[in-house]
Each structure stands twice: as C-alpha cells, then as structure tokens.
C-alpha cells in the first residue's frame, strides 16, 4: 500500500523568504508524485507533478519540486513567496496500476507580511 | 477549469435523515472520486467509481453509499446522517489515475446536527 506524510501541519515564513514543504512517501512500487494548492474556500488545483524523467520538476506560480528516489521525498520549494501563497498544500502519489491517489494530511503555509 | 460542479454547495441537516450529494462533470472522464476533508486528516478517499455501474470503496466509505447510472454523474448517499459526517466533501474526475491529474469541484460544506 501507499503512504504520503507531510512532516509540517503549519509553516509560517515571511514574505520574500523562501520555503520548503516536506512529503515523504511509501511504497512497494513506483510512484508518480503530486502537490496540489487549495485556496480558503476553494477545491485543490495542481501545482506540479512527477511522472518520469527530470528528477526537478517546475509548477506553476514559481514552484518546484524535486524528486529523491532514495530519500522517498517530493519535497516543494519557493525561492520567494509572496502573500498570495497563503493556502494549504497537498502532497499526492499514486501508481501506474492502481485506482487511487492517496493524499498527505496537508501543510498550511502562512506567508507573514 | 475542468468542467465540474457540486450541489448542493452548502447544506445543514438532522441527524438520522438521507443525504444525497451530486458531482457533474462535462469532461467525459472514466473516473470520478468523492474525498472528505477534514483538519488533521487531509482528504482520505470515500468511494471511487472507474466507469458506469463500475464503483469500490476507499479508506472511509463506511455510512456512504455511491451510484453512477450515467458517465456524468456521480452520486453520494447519506443513508442515515450522524454527526461524524459533519465535512466538506470533494469530488474530482481523471482519466487515468496513474500518470493523469485529478481535477476537483468546488466541494459541498455538509453540517449536520
């Protein structure tokens, strides 16, 4: 089975700083790998994702993610962020074979002016 | 955006009574999922259905049943509401888990009392 752990439920970070939220994930097989934003009030939207290839990955908005097969993380980083980057953050695998995503538990960014 | 809408948006009910909620995608995605969310927990699956008549169950489907009669639809039945159902409820649609990204409604924001 797949697991996803975001390691940090809460991170605050003052505007222009950079970030970095933390997924490390679980499984028998290979993954491909998601993060997903969700906006107050809001369903998610995809940030970026990995399914094969160049181990860093660019998003939308400015974000990037790189892949660690041996560390089993998607780590997503910002080199600046902006007040807009306030939101909660999702981390998702899923596998070639299977029906399902499974999701971590969410990393709520607050980006302090 | 991906061609998806919930509805009801927001609803209160009583425990005991039947809840239907509504997905309706104008994509024509093989898959569609119903996810709930809530603090602590992120979104953790309910029920998924691959096709029509063609559905399984996900982490916590126990309470919920789901029907899809048409590729379009996608329905989630309360069969007896508890206060533990209290969510917000996402349903989202892909064409492939594997290697495609899921697309979310809106969500419902589902109270009951």
């Known amino acids: 089975a797949q697991s996803v752990t975001q390691l940090d439920s809460q991170v605050p970070v003052f505007e222009e700083a950079p970030v970095e939220l933390r997924c490390n994930y679980s499984?028998?097989?290979?993954?491909?790998l998601f993060w997903y934003v969700q906006y107050p009030n809001q369903g998610l939207q995809l940030l970026l994702k990995y399914l094969s290839g160049s181990t860093l990955v660019k998003g939308i908005n400015g974000f990037e993610a790189e892949f660690n097969k041996s560390q089993t993380s998607f780590h997503l980083r910002k080199p600046s962020v902006h007040i807009s980057d306030t939101a909660e953050y999702f981390c998702?695998?899923?596998?070639?074979?299977?029906?399902?995503?499974?999701f971590g538990t969410g990393t709520s960014l607050t980006v302090i002016p | 955006d991906a061609g998806i809408t919930q509805s009801p948006r927001h609803k209160v009910t009583e425990t005991g009574t039947p809840v239907t909620l509504r997905c309706h995608q104008t994509?024509?995605?093989?898959?569609m999922y119903w996810y709930r969310q809530d603090p602590g927990h992120g979104l953790r699956l309910i029920h998924y259905s691959y096709g029509v008549k063609d559905t399984d169950k996900g982490e916590v489907s126990d309470g919920y049943s789901v029907s899809r009669s048409k590729t379009e639809d996608f329905l989630l039945t309360l069969e007896s509401a508890t206060s533990s159902q209290t969510s917000v409820y996402f349903c989202?649609?892909?064409?492939?888990?594997?290697?495609?990204?899921?697309?979310f409604g809106p969500g419902t924001r589902l109270t009951v009392l």
């Open positions: 994509e024509n995605h093989r898959y």
């Open positions: 499984s028998s097989v290979s993954v491909y």
């Open positions: 989202a649609i892909n064409t492939a888990p594997g290697v495609d990204t899921q697309y």
């Open positions: 998702a695998v899923s596998i070639l074979t299977g029906n399902q995503f499974y």
